[in-house]
């Protein structure tokens, strides 16, 4: 069936150092990659998508890669702050399923100070 | 402008107990979507609204169902709660059915005693 794999599952950089998160699906129709952040107590929050027709997406300190042929995309944030610390989740949307969103497991990144 | 609102904010119930839950979405929105986040957890695709008509249904239970109201707003119900019920119910809303990006609301901690 449908799946998301996300890796790490912890990632821990010094502040103003660069982190990574990895994410591969398995269904070859998907079309749209979503990334979202998750502090503690909150809902997860949208911070940057990006759509099968697109390689690559920057806005500001954050970017999304997308590899259609290895059906891998990727989450980069740069000059990290402590306050990007939190969890993070990808997630992608499969053909004929209503565009619900099959999430990751999660990456829980903390920048230190 | 308000983001998407659900109440009650946490709640605690016996099992076999029933639980409604509530989500507006953000204003002009028509899609309501849910999912449950177990502790540790993506979260977990459950329904699907769209102009009041379910448009998916994730693999869970007949125990749960779910409505959209003419307002575009949504019920969450769960009967005859088990222990594994136990987790974060979050509800997303988007401008239309398929295609565009969810935004989640903070969630609703459901705990079964």
């Known amino acids: 069936g449908e799946n998301v794999e996300q890796h790490p599952s912890t990632l821990s950089v010094q502040e103003g150092d660069s982190a990574v998160i990895k994410c591969t699906y398995s269904?070859?129709?998907?079309?749209?990659f979503p990334w979202y952040k998750q502090e503690l107590g909150k809902g997860p929050q949208l911070i940057i998508d990006?759509?099968?027709?697109?390689g690559e997406k920057k806005d500001q300190r954050i970017a999304v890669t997308l590899n259609k042929t290895a059906k891998h995309f990727s989450l980069h944030i740069t000059e990290t702050q402590p306050e990007d610390s939190a969890v993070y989740f990808c997630?992608?949307?499969?053909?004929?399923?209503?565009?619900?969103?099959?999430f990751g497991s999660g990456t829980q990144l903390t920048v230190l100070p | 402008d308000a983001g998407v609102t659900q109440s009650p904010t946490h709640l605690i119930k016996t099992r076999g107990q029933h639980v409604t839950l509530r989500c507006s979405p953000i204003?002009?929105?028509?899609?309501v979507s849910w999912y449950q986040q177990v502790l540790g957890q993506g979260p977990q695709f459950i329904f699907q609204?769209?102009?009041?008509?379910?448009?998916g249904r994730g693999n869970f239970p007949d125990r749960f169902s779910a409505r959209q109201f003419p307002n575009y707003s949504s019920e969450l119900n769960v009967n005859a709660l088990l222990l594994g019920d136990s987790a974060l119910y979050l509800c997303?809303?988007?401008?239309?059915?398929?295609?565009?990006?969810?935004?989640f609301g903070p969630g609703t901690r459901l705990t079964v005693t």
């Open positions: 997303a809303s988007s401008l239309v059915g398929q295609g565009h990006e969810q935004y």
């Open positions: 269904d070859s129709a998907s079309n749209y």
């Open positions: 990006i759509r099968s027709n697109v």
């Open positions: 997630a992608a949307t499969f053909s004929g399923s209503a565009r619900q969103l099959t």
């Open positions: 204003s002009g929105h028509k899609s």
């Open positions: 609204y769209y102009e009041k008509e379910e448009r």
